[in-house]
């Protein structure tokens, strides 16, 4: 079997120390914080009047997803989040029965 | 509904036959929109703070750094929004067509 754990070794900062905040800690309510945040400018956005207004939010809420995602990088990068590949015959898998459902799309046919 | 009145008045040709479109709505903050502006505002305001004093604490300089930037960008956010609190809701609503 290949190895399927992907990340990195954890750096000294992303250790928990107890019942003190760490800078794991910080950065893991931080990105918590931004995740809050997507959500709602999601709401505001879809519920924003005019158009300036709607296009304001919109930016708030892409900048806000990418420094979440920024973040994210940073606690890969010190190992605080290590991902699994999946099983090479269940991706497969997948994609043989999903590849012969794209006939059920209607417009399957003029894709490309 | 509203617009649809509108439009039936326009083709018929009717007393208030001159009254432009509104193809998109006009630059007025409904009170729909100031809640959900308060709101955010408000979750802006303590995430730029959380960032600020977090980042002071942070020992792992590209911790601290990343922190920060959420922080500053939590701030500009917040005076975007602000910035649409200033709109003049009197002097557009006095424009628009009478219904």
């Known amino acids: 079997m290949p190895n399927t754990q992907i990340g990195n070794p954890k750096t000294p900062a992303a250790q928990s120390s107890g019942t003190t905040m760490s800078d794991m800690d910080r950065i893991t309510d931080i990105l ?8 709602g400018f999601n709401i505001a956005t879809r519920e ?19 420094c979440a995602r920024d973040i994210y990088n940073v606690m890969f990068q ?31 046919g003029q894709m490309q | 509904m509203k ?27 409904t009170g729909k929109d100031l809640g959900y502006l308060e709101d955010q505002m408000n979750w802006l305001l303590v995430a730029a703070k959380k960032c600020s004093h977090y980042a002071q604490e942070c020992t792992d300089p590209q911790i601290k750094q990343i922190i ?18 200033q709109n003049n809701n009197n002097s557009v609503t006095a424009s628009l067509p009478a219904q």
């Open chain 2, 3 to 29: 617009g649809a009145s509108i439009m039936q008045q326009q083709m018929t040709g009717q007393s208030q036959a001159q009254q432009p479109m509104l193809t998109t709505p006009p630059q007025v903050i």
């Open chain 2, 68 to 85: 920060d930037q959420a922080g500053q960008m939590h701030q500009r956010h917040y005076n975007t929004l602000l910035q649409h609190c």
């Open chain 1, 32 to 39: 918590s914080t931004e995740k809050y945040l997507t959500d």
């Open chain 1, 78 to 108: 010190q190992g605080i989040y290590t991902l699994e590949a999946a099983q090479q015959p269940k991706l497969d898998q997948a994609y043989q029965k999903f590849n012969s459902y794209l006939s059920q799309i209607p417009y399957s």
């Open chain 1, 48 to 66: 924003a009047s005019h158009d300036s207004l709607h296009q304001a939010i919109m930016t708030c809420l892409t900048e806000t997803h990418q």
